[in-house]
């Protein structure tokens, strides 16, 4: 009997333990949709329903299978409101095959490599003292503050962004929702 009550209690401890190890890697929502840390980039930004533009630009750049692959990438991605800051036409222009060079210019621009969290980002940011600068896929460099306890990046031209949904994990990397798009030079 003792056994038998040792052992349930044991099941009942391990049971606990995985369900709270499996809440900790749950994925915010994106734009109200789940995100799942077992799929790649893609396949969650495709589920994302505030990433309809990001995602087309990802297609007509030619983007998919590299966002597919093993990385481990940091994506920085704009939403759709994001890309509709951008002067009218932008986007439409962008998607052209004719300017499929500068589109992947400007997407790998938001692609870190490595897996970073907002933890990993603020303690660069501590430990550059107040500052930490980062090199893209793309070979610019985007440079990452706080701003009243929220992450702010920065472009090459001097035009910025925040991040609104952080830590999204993927099995290929991470994704942090950023509220404008950035420019390289």
């Known amino acids: 009997m003792k056994k038998s009550l040792l052992t349930i209690v044991a099941a009942a401890t391990l049971a606990v333990t995985s369900l709270a190890a499996s809440a900790q890697m749950k994925d915010p929502t994106v734009g109200g949709a789940a995100m799942f840390p077992t799929k790649n980039i893609v396949e969650n930004a495709v589920n994302s ?4 533009t990001l995602v087309a630009a990802v297609k007509a750049g030619g983007l998919v299978d590299t966002l597919e ?3 481990p990438f940091t994506v920085f991605a704009p939403t759709d409101d994001a890309f509709a800051k951008l002067p009218a036409g932008t986007v439409d222009t962008l998607v052209k095959p004719e300017n499929k ?8 621009y938001h692609v870190v490599p490595g897996k970073i969290t907002s933890k990993d980002l603020k303690a660069s940011i501590k430990k550059g003292h ?14 990452f503050t706080e701003d009243m306890g929220k992450i702010k990046i920065t472009d090459e031209k001097g035009g910025s962004a925040y991040i609104t949904t ?3 994990y993927q099995s290929n990397g991470m994704i942090h929702v ?8």
């Open 130 to 143: 107040g500052t930490y600068t980062a090199k893209t896929v793309e070979g610019g460099s985007l440079t």
């Open 49 to 52: 329903p505030i990433h309809k």
């Open 69 to 71: 692959g093993p990385g």
């Open 166 to 168: 952080a830590d999204v």
């Open 101 to 108: 060079d500068t589109l992947v210019k400007i997407l790998t």
């Open 178 to 185: 950023i509220d404008t798009v950035l420019m390289p030079n």
